[in-house]
């Protein structure tokens, strides 16, 4: 067991990974000693949730849909650039003429995600986990308040929709763990690294849930017992309130990296500490990377230039990173007070074309997405002390 330093003094109720008080369980044996010295086994489920957002769930509720249509044999071909469906009787339709056969299609009752999983009692306790990608999971008994529901991004959808069918009433009876080698190519096709990939199924009644480390924070969630592991695809989708935001990923869903590093060539997948953004980082942010970016720290001395490279390998020590966060939060904060003409000026935002309405939603979305990405690059300056460095790495 890994002992946790949090004290689960969050901010605002929002969740924050390094103040979980959570320890890291490495071990079956370490977890099932927990489990009973707590009492939890015998326990009657009344609903489960999660922190955050699901992060496969922006959209892809379709192709969820079209992959299970094309096992079954419905779907013949899809023809992404024109957006069309061939379908098993030879007729081509429009992937939007098919939107109801994709709400019939049956997919399974799986979601991915980086917070904490929530299972909650009938008698008010809750049990919190997150496994740890080829280190263990993460358990909490009482730790996170219940009416938590936002983290490194805001609650998107409530998993008890999904699950409810499974698991209600039903009492907690037992627990096993597994474990298996795997090879993956990460950051580079020629590069394979030996990663190990625990799962842990939690068995209530005759439903088992099986939670399946994937890389860094990630995770599946997904039912195992056959008769209540289907799900409509619309059914799906419905769940989803899909809240517009920039999601932040703990892991390597996006393109632009953020990790800590003790050399050049960190090996990703087992970091649980790097995170990353679809693309941009916030717009603020540009500025002042170039600013505090020092052509003279070691790591430095490979870069194609002596300057901040977007495309590039960028490091930082960690008190030019709170430096940085810092000067953005104060920057962040006049631009609050300007009106929507100025905010448009200083972050780059065209406003000729796009209505007032429009523009007030983009700006009011890079203000929360600054906001977000500030917290979570200042937590990794301030607890990693075992690395030398926070790298920057483009696409």
């Known amino acids: 067991m890994i002992k946790s330093n ?3 003094d969050f901010i605002d109720n929002n969740y924050n990974k390094y103040k979980w008080s959570a ?3 490495e071990t079956a044996e370490e977890i099932h000693r927990f489990f009973t010295h707590i009492g939890i086994y015998g326990k009657r489920v009344i609903k489960i949730d999660a922190i955050g957002c699901m992060p496969s769930s922006f959209g892809h509720w379709k192709a969820l849909a079209i992959d299970a249509l094309k096992q079954a044999g419905y779907i013949r071909y899809r023809n992404a650039r024109k957006d ?3 379908l098993y009787d030879g007729t081509v339709r429009s992937a939007n003429d098919c939107e109801e056969i994709f709400r019939h299609a049956r997919t399974e009752r799986r979601v991915t995600l980086e917070e904490p999983l929530r299972i909650l009692f009938e008698d008010g306790s809750t049990l919190e986990l997150q496994p740890i990608a080829g280190k263990g ?3 909490g008994y009482n730790t996170l308040p219940a009416e938590m529901k936002d983290g490194i991004n805001h609650h998107q959808f409530d998993l008890n929709d999904l699950f409810a069918s499974c698991l209600s009433g039903e009492k907690f009876d037992s627990f096993h763990m597994k474990s298996a080698n795997e090879y993956r190519n990460i950051n580079h096709p020629y590069i394979r690294y030996e990663t ?3 799962t842990y199924a939690f068995e209530f009644g005759s439903t088992e849930i099986t939670i399946q480390d994937l890389t860094a924070c990630r995770y599946e969630v997904f039912c195992t017992d056959y008769y209540h592991s289907r799900i409509t695809c619309g059914d799906f989708a419905d769940i989803v309130t899909q809240k517009e935001q920039i999601p932040i990923y703990d892991g390597l869903a996006g393109l632009m990296k953020i990790y800590p590093a003790n050399s050049s060539d960190e090996n990703l997948s087992l970091l649980s500490d790097c995170f990353t953004v679809p693309y941009d980082l916030p717009r603020i942010y540009n500025e002042l990377l170039v600013e505090n970016f020092d052509p003279y720290h070691p790591f430095n001395k490979e870069a194609r230039r002596n300057s901040y490279d977007y495309y590039y390998w960028n490091y930082f020590t960690q008190e030019s990173i709170i430096k940085t966060v810092h000067q953005a939060t104060k920057k962040l904060e ?5 009106n929507l003409s100025d905010q448009c ?3 780059s935002y065209r406003a000729d074309r796009h209505s007032d309405e429009e523009i007030r939603n983009l700006i009011d979305m890079e203000i929360d997405f600054t906001e977000r990405f500030s917290k979570r690059l200042l937590g990794l300056a301030k607890h990693t ?11």
């Open 385 to 395: 002390p075992n690395y030398t460095a926070i790298c920057f790495a483009g696409p």
């Open 6 to 8: 949090g004290t689960n």
């Open 137 to 139: 999971l993460r358990i």
């Open 23 to 25: 320890n890291l369980y």
């Open 345 to 347: 000026r200083f972050l």
């Open 84 to 86: 069309e469906i061939e």
């Open 334 to 338: 006049k631009i609050k007070d300007l």
């Open 196 to 198: 190990i990939t625990y």
